[in-house]
C-alpha cells in the first residue's frame, strides 16, 4: 500500500487522539486553579469537594496527554523526516523551547498538584496547580505558534533547499497566530464547560443534590454561555485571517468554485471535485459574501483559481473541508441554543428544567468534535502543502515501506480504540459512582494559609480510591 | 568574545546535552519501567505500595526522553530522520509500551477493585516492552544499525539485558523508598538482576569494538588502553561491592538504603561514559557524525541560550519534588 496515504492516516489519527486530552486538561487546569482559589476564600468545603472530584478527571487526560504526546514527537523522524531536515532550523527551537518550558513544568509540579495536598502547605499546593495550569497554556502557545507558522510562514530565507531563521519575533508572532491560539484556548474551554456541565448534569439527573455537584453544573453552564458569543466573534476574525493568507482553503470551506461577487452561504450542499460542482444546494443568498467581505457584492475567492494550466490541482480536497467546517459551526450553534437558556435558567429559578438537563448530557463532548471538525478544517485545507509555499506534505515524506506503516498504523488505531473506551468507561463510572457516594471531603483546617501535617508526617492512611 | 567564535562547539554541547538527558532518563525512567517490570514477581498486597514509589515522579522522568528526543531532532535534524526510520518498528513498539504504562497507571487508580488485575498486567507488559524495546535499540545502534540476523540476535539479547538492568534499578529503588518484607523481596531482585546487568555490559563492551575496526582502534592502542583502563577496572570493583553490600541488607537501621540506588546510578554512569567514548564524533554510527549532522548554528544558539537558563531551574524543582516525596513511600491520595 502507497505508505504516504498510511503515514498521513497515521499521522492524522495520532494527532487528532493527541488534540482529545490537552483540550481537556488546558482549561480544566485553570478551572481547578479557580475551584481552589474560591474554597480558599470562602472555605466553603463543596467547592474542595467539586475540585477533588475534577482532579481524577484531570489526572486521567493528563496521562492520556502524555502519552500521545510523546508519541507525536516520534513522528516527525519516523514518518517525516523531510519535514525536520528542511524546516527544522524553525521547528526544532520551538519544540525545544516547548519542552523546556512546558513539558517539566508540568510534569513535575503535576506530582504535587495530584498527590502533595498533605504533604505541602496549602500556598504551595495553589501554586503548584497553578504552575500546572500555566505549563499546559504554554504547551498549546509553543505548539500552535509552529503549527501557525506552517500555515502562514515568515521570518525566514532558503539557503541550499534547507530554510534558516531571520527574523524570530516575526516567526512567533506570526500572522495567524493569534487568531489560532485564541480560537484553541477558547476551544478548549468550551470542551471543558460542556464537559463539566454535562456530568454534573448527569450527577443531577440521577438524585445527587450535592452542593458540590450544583456548584460544577453551575460553573459549566455559566462558563460555555460566556465563552460562545465570544468564540463565534473570534472564529469570524479567524476566518477573515485565512481568507487573507490562504484563500484556497477558504474557498474549500464555502464551497465557492468561481470566484465571484453574491456568494451563497451554503448550509447543506454536495461539492463534487470531479464535475467541479455542488449538488443538493441549500443556500442562504449573498450569504458568504455578506460574511467574509461584510458586503452582497463582495468577491469571494473560487476553487477554480486554484487549478494550474495543465489541470494539476492546487487547491485542498473540499468535501471533507466543506463538512469540516459545519460540523464545527453547527455545534457551535448548538452550544449556543443550549448554555444561554440554561445560563437564565440557573440563575432565575436556580434549577435547569429536566428537559435541558437531560440535553446537557449528551454535549458532554460536543468540543471534542467541534474541536475535531476544526482541526481537520485547518490542517486538510493547507494541502497539498505542509508549510504553506515551502514544502509539500509529499516531498516531507520518509523512506519506510508501506507494510511496515500499516502494521502500526493498526497497532495505533487498537490502541486508541481500547483506550478511548476505558476513559469513557472509567468517566461515566467516577460520576455514577460519586453520585452514589458522595465527593471526598477535604481535611478540616486546610482552608486559608494554615499549614497542613509537615512533609513526612502524613501517615494516615486509608484505603486509595 | 565574538558570538560566532562558539559556533564551532556548538554541536559538542549539544551531544553533551542530549547524553545528559540520555543518561537521567535511563536512570530516572529505568528505575520507573523496573518496578514495572517487578510488578510480575511482586505479592498483590505490595503492588500499592510499588506504584506509590513512583506515582509522583515517572511522569517528569519521562519527559526526558522527549527532551533527548527533542534535541537529537532540534539539534541533529538528518541523523535523527536516519536513526527513527532505520528503528521504525522497535520504535513504534516502544511507543506503545510507553501509552500502555503511563495509561495503566492512571487507570488502576481509579478502577474498581474486581478490575485492577488488568491494569496491573498492561502496566507490567508496558513496562517491559519499553524496556525491551529500548534495549534493543540500544542493540542495533552498537552494531551500526545495520540488518540481518545477527544484529537482530545480538538485539535481542541486548534488550534482555536492558530490561534486566531496569528491573535491578528499580529494585535499588525499591530498597530505598520501602521497608519490611518488601524491602527484602528488593533486595533478592536486586541479586538476581545484577547478574544480567553484568552481562549486558560485558557483551557490549566486547561487541561494540568487534563491530567497528574504528572503535576497537580507539581502545586498543597503546596509551588509550591504558588510560582507559580504569573505567572497566571501576565498573568491576563496583559490581563487586554491590553484591557484597548486598549480602549485609537490609540492615538494621536503615541507614544504607540508597547506597545501591546510588551504586547502579555510577554503573550506568559508567556504562554510558565507554558508549560516549566509542562512539565519539559519530551520532549514526560510522556514517555521520554530529558536526556533519549538526542544525544552523544560529538555531542552536537560540535554543542553548534557552536552555542554559532553564536546564538548572528544571533541575531545581525537580529536586524540590524528590524532596516533597522524601522518605519511605506511603499510600497516594489526591485528597
Ligand atoms: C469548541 C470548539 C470550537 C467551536 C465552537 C468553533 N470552533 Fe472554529 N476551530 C476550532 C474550534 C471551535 C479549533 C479546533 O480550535 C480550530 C482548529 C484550528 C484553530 O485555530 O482552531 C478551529 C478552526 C477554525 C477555522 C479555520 C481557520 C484556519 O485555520 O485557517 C475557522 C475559520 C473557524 N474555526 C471559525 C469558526 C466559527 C465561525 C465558529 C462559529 C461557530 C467556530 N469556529 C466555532
Ligand atoms: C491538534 C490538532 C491537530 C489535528 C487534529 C491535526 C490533524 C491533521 C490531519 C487530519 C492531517 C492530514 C491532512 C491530510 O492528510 O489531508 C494533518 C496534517 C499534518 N499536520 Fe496536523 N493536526 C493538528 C495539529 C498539528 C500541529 C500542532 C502540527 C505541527 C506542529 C501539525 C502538523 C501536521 C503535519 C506535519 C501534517 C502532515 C502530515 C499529514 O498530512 O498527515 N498538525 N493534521
Ligand atoms: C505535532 C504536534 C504535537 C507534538 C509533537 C506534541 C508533543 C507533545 C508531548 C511530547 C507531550 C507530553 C509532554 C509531557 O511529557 O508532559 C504533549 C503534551 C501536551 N500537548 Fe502536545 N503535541 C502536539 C500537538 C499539540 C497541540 C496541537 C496541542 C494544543 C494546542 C498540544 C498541547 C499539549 C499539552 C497541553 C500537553 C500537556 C499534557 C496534557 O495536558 O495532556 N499538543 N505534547
Known amino acids: 500500500m502507497d505508505p504516504f496515504i498510511l503515514s498521513r492516516m497515521q499521522f492524522g489519527a495520532n494527532i487528532s487522539f493527541h488534540i482529545l486530552f490537552p483540550t481537556i486538561t488546558i482549561a480544566l487546569g485553570w478551572l481547578l486553579l479557580y475551584f481552589k482559589w474560591r474554597f480558599n476564600r470562602s472555605g466553603d468545603e463543596a467547592w474542595m469537594q467539586a475540585y477533588f472530584f475534577w482532579v ?42 516547548e519542552v523546556l518550558t512546558a513539558f517539566f513544568l508540568e510534569a513535575v ?56 531563521a531571520t527574523d524570530w519575533l516575526a516567526i512567533v508572532f506570526n500572522p495567524s497566530m493569534p487568531y489560532r491560539l485564541t480560537h484553541m484556548l477558547i476551544a478548549s474551554g468550551l470542551t471543558v464547560a460542556f464537559l463539566v456541565a454535562g456530568l454534573s448534569a448527569l450527577r443531577w439527573l440521577v438524585g445527587d443534590r450535592s452542593a458540590a455537584v450544583k456548584k460544577a453544573l453551575r460553573t459549566g453552564v455559566f462558563l460555555g454561555a460566556l465563552l460562545i458569543p465570544v468564540q463565534i466573534f473570534v472564529g469570524d476574525l479567524h476566518g477573515l485571517n485565512t481568507l487573507e493568507h490562504q484563500p484556497a482553503k477558504v474557498a474549500a470551506m464555502e464551497g465557492n468554485w468561481e470566484t465571484r461577487g453574491n456568494v451563497p452561504l451554503l448550509l447543506f450542499a454536495w461539492p463534487d471535485e470531479e464535475a467541479r460542482t455542488n449538488h443538493f444546494e441549500l443556500a442562504v443568498p449573498n450569504g458568504a459574501s455578506l460574511i467574509l467581505k461584510h458586503e452582497a457584492e463582495g468577491v469571494v475567492p473560487g476553487l ?76 486538510i485545507g493547507r494541502q497539498p502543502w505542509l508549510v504553506s ?77 | 568574545m565574538e558570538i560566532q567564535q562558539i559556533y564551532p562547539y556548538l554541536p559538542l554541547i549539544f551531544a553533551g546535552v542530549m547524553g545528559l538527558s540520555i543518561l537521567v532518563y535511563v536512570v530516572l525512567d529505568g528505575f520507573d519501567l523496573g518496578v514495572g517490570i517487578l510488578f510480575a514477581a511482586a505479592p498483590v498486597k505490595h503492588r500499592d505500595r510499588m506504584i506509590a514509589s513512583i506515582g509522583p515522579f515517572w511522569d ?83 552494531l551500526g544499525l545495520g540488518d540481518g540476523w545477527t544484529t537482530v540476535l545480538f538485539s535481542m539479547l541486548v534488550a534482555l539485558c536492558l530490561a534486566a538492568s531496569y528491573a535491578a534499578i528499580g529494585a535499588a529503588w525499591l530498597i530505598y523508598k520501602t521497608e519490611g518484607e518488601l524491602q527484602q523481596l528488593s533486595v533478592s531482585w536486586l541479586k538476581r538482576t545484577l547478574i544480567l546487568t553484568l552481562v549486558g555490559m560485558a557483551i557490549i563492551s566486547l561487541a561494540t569494538p568487534y563491530a567497528s575496526p574504528r572503535i576497537f582502534e580507539k581502545w586498543f592502542s597503546v596509551p588509550e588502553i591504558i588510560a582507559l583502563a580504569p573505567l572497566p577496572i571501576t565498573t568491576a570493583v563496583l559490581f563487586g561491592f554491590l553484591f557484597w553490600q548486598l549480602g549485609h541488607m537490609p540492615d538494621r537501621e536503615d541507614r544504607y538504603s540508597l547506597i545501591p540506588f546510588l551504586v547502579m546510578t ?70
Do not use: C
Open chain 2, 60 to 142: 517528569a522522568n519521562e519527559t526526558w526522553l522527549v527532551l533527548a528526543i527533542g534535541i537529537l531532532l532540534v539539534a541533529f535534524p538528518v541523523a535523527h530522520g536516519v536513526i527513527l526510520t532505520a528503528l521504525y518498528l522497535p520504535v513504534a513498539i516502544m511507543l506503545i509500551g510507553l501509552i500502555a504504562r503511563g495509561v495503566a497507571f492512571e487507570f488502576r487508580a481509579k478502577a474498581r477493585a474486581d478490575e485492577k488485575w488488568l491494569w496491573n498486567r498492561v502496566f507490567f507488559a508496558g513496562s517491559t516492552v519499553t524496556a525491551l524495546a529500548q534495549g534493543y535499540m540500544l542493540g542495533a545502534y552498537v
Open chain 1, 304 to 379: 477554480n483559481d486554484f487549478v494550474a494550466e495543465d489541470g494539476t490541482i492546487e487547491h485542498p480536497p473540499v468535501a471533507p473541508v466543506f463538512w469540516g467546517f459545519r460540523i464545527m459551526v453547527g455545534t457551535g450553534m448548538a452550544m449556543l441554543a443550549l448554555s444561554w437558556p440554561g445560563a437564565w435558567f440557573l440563575w432565575r429559578k436556580d434549577e435547569l428544567p429536566k428537559l435541558l438537563a437531560i440535553a446537557f448530557v449528551p454535549m458532554a463532548f460536543s468540543g471534542w468534535i467541534a474541536t475535531l471538525a476544526g482541526w481537520y478544517v485547518t490542517e
Open chain 1, 56 to 97: 481524577k478527571v484531570f489526572a486521567l487526560s493528563f496521562a492520556l496527554g502524555v502519552v500521545s504526546g510523546i508519541t507525536m514527537s516520534f513522528q516527525f523522524g519516523t514518518n517525516w523526516p523531510g519535514f525536520m531536515e528542511t524546516v527544522g532550523n524553525i521547528a526544532g527551537p520551538l519544540l525545544a523551547y
Open chain 1, 109 to 164: 509540579f503535576l506530582g504535587i498538584m495530584l498527590f502533595g495536598f498533605r504533604r505541602v502547605s496549602n500556598r504551595v499546593h495553589t501554586l503548584a496547580t497553578f504552575l500546572v495550569a500555566f505549563g499546559t497554556t504554554m504547551s498549546a502557545f509553543w505548539i500552535i505558534v509552529l503549527n501557525s507558522w506552517m500555515h502562514t510562514p515568515v521570518g525566514f530565507e532558503i539557503r541550499n533547499g534547507v530554510v534558516h
Open chain 2, 266 to 335: 555510577a554503573i550506568m554512569l559508567l556504562g554510558f561514559a565507554g558508549l560516549a567514548y566509542s562512539f565519539y564524533p559519530y551520532v549514526v554510527p560510522d556514517k555521520i557524525t554530529i558536526y556533519e549532522a549538526a542544525a544552523a548554528p544560529e538555531s542552536l544558539l537560540i535554543i542553548l541560550a534557552g536552555t542554559l537558563f532553564v536546564l538548572p531551574v528544571i533541575i531545581g524543582y525537580s529536586i524540590f519534588s524528590y524532596r516533597v516525596f522524601g522518605g519511605k513511600a506511603t499510600e497516594l491520595r489526591y485528597d
Open chain 1, 389 to 465: 509555499g515551502v514544502l509539500t506534505t509529499k516531498d516531507a515524506l520518509g523512506p519506510v515501506a508501506g507494510g511496515m506503516v500499516l502494521s502500526t498504523f493498526l497497532m495505533y488505531l487498537l490502541t486508541y480504540a481500547v483506550l478511548l473506551f476505558a476513559y469513557l468507561y472509567v468517566l461515566t463510572r467516577l460520576t455514577l459512582k460519586a453520585a452514589k457516594d458522595g465527593d471526598n471531603r477535604p481535611d478540616p483546617g486546610a482552608a486559608g494559609e494554615t499549614a497542613l501535617p509537615a512533609p513526612g508526617a502524613n501517615a494516615v492512611l486509608q484505603p486509595g480510591e
